[in-house]
């Protein structure tokens, strides 16, 4: 391995400098503004959770798990999201409580393969909503989605809503095996969908069965979809996907918030504790999904619990991105003194911090350039040399 220079960060890890950080805050604080509002409780679980337990119930592929080691010899990782942790949390200290409507704003881990641009650590803001296995909850859990991004200043953006349990039946029903099934999923998650009608004309099927298979990808648009899709389903479990889907509509319009959904059979995640609602947002202006989530009714299963659940996380730095906002300069003073007028220099520094006004103090013997060093700031002030009247 060459040596590394100086500077340099583990792959995906990135710093946030001041500007950022203050337009990461602002845009924080309008979602969580919004989801307390709807009365979700924020909460925190540590940084680092036990392989056995979160780290294999997470629906995280183990090779994107960062690893450590404890002094007890126990594997650790670092948390790859946030869901397996409130899981866990929801399971036992709150497992008397539910429903339980739950938030959090947190870095998660997840090791890249190469520097493409992606962090290794990111922040999500996120809900859960435990114990509530009706359709109502997912509308709840989307509409919030939607009523905070709009909060946070996102205008144009669509919510894809899908069902994890559609497309399965329908994979299973043509292909009987899932295998076979996990190949067209692929091409799906990856967007391929030359791939996809490619792989199903040479899989050998008949033709009513490739018709079937080719036609799902027509089942992405408005609600007619949903009809469509029922239509296309002869599994129960197929129908009763899109049953769903059917419902969820209906709630979504009560809240108001159809505009902004675009249906879509072909959703896939990578997330595999997704059962069955599932969906991802994308904004105009940002290639990758700003945010996702879905239904886990099996996720506390793994934590001897049998409670459904739905929740979703945003990537704040993909919101970021899609606000496109300008960075704000922070409006800060500054005092410049010379050390005899130290006191002067605090005196007024402390009356503008009363007024809630930010104000640097800086001894002028500790400047190397001061044109350059008082650019930064939105007002000067100097306090050099004797105080009027002192020499008289
Ligand atoms: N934890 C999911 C998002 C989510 C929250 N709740 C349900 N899904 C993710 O990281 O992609």
Redesign the pocket.
């Known amino acids: 391995m060459s040596k590394l220079f100086m500077f340099e960060k583990p792959l995906g890890m990135r710093d946030t400098l001041p500007q950022l950080y203050n337009r990461k805050k602002a845009v924080r604080d309008q979602l969580a503004g919004e989801i307390k509002n709807w009365g979700y409780q924020y909460m925190e679980t540590p940084t680092l959770e036990y392989y056995e337990t979160v780290g294999n119930a997470s629906?995280i592929l183990d090779q994107q798990l960062f690893k450590l080691l404890d002094r007890q010899g126990r594997t650790l990782v670092l948390r790859?999201?946030?869901?397996?942790p409130i899981a866990r949390v929801a399971s036992s200290k709150l497992a008397n409580d539910i429903p339980l409507r739950l938030a959090y704003e947190a870095n998660?881990y997840r090791t890249q393969q190469d520097e493409g641009g992606r962090p290794s650590e990111f922040e999500?803001v996120?809900?859960?909503l435990i114990g509530d296995g009706t359709i109502t909850s997912d509308a709840e859990v989307i509409s919030l989605m939607i009523s905070a991004l709009k909060k946070a200043g996102l205008q144009s953006f669509k919510v894809a809503i899908g069902h994890v349990g559609y497309i399965n039946s329908l994979f299973l029903e043509i292909v009987g095996n899932e295998e076979r099934a996990n190949i067209l999923r692929r091409y799906l998650y990856e967007k391929n969908y030359v791939g996809y009608r490619n792989h199903v004309q040479n899989l050998g099927l008949s033709s009513i069965d490739r018709d079937r298979l080719l036609k799902l990808l027509e089942l992405r648009g408005d609600e007619t979809k949903i009809v469509d899709a029922i239509d296309l389903a002869e599994s129960e479990e197929g129908k009763k996907a899109g049953r769903q889907l059917r419902d969820l509509w209906k709630l979504l319009e009560v809240y108001g918030v159809t505009n902004e959904i675009k249906i879509d059979f072909n959703l896939v995640?990578h997330?595999s504790y997704?059962s069955s609602i599932l969906f991802e947002v994308y904004a105009e202006n940002v290639g990758s999904q700003i945010?996702?989530?879905?239904r886990?009714n099996e996720l506390l299963e793994k934590f001897n619990q049998n409670t459904p659940?739905?929740?979703?996380?945003i990537q704040l730095n993909r919101l970021l991105e899609a606000l496109n906002a300008p960075e704000e300069e922070e409006k800060i003073d500054c005092i410049l003194y010379s050390t005899e007028r130290l006191a002067e220099a605090f005196a007024l520094a402390e009356e503008k911090r009363k007024a809630q006004e930010k104000v640097v103090i800086q001894n002028i013997a500790g400047v190397k350039d001061v044109d350059s060093f008082t650019q930064k700031f939105d007002d000067v002030t100097y306090l050099i040399g004797k105080a009027r009247g002192e020499n008289k």
């Open positions: 629906a790859p999201d946030m869901t397996t998660v999500q996120g809900i859960e995640s997330m997704y945010g996702n989530g879905g886990y659940a739905t929740g979703f996380g």
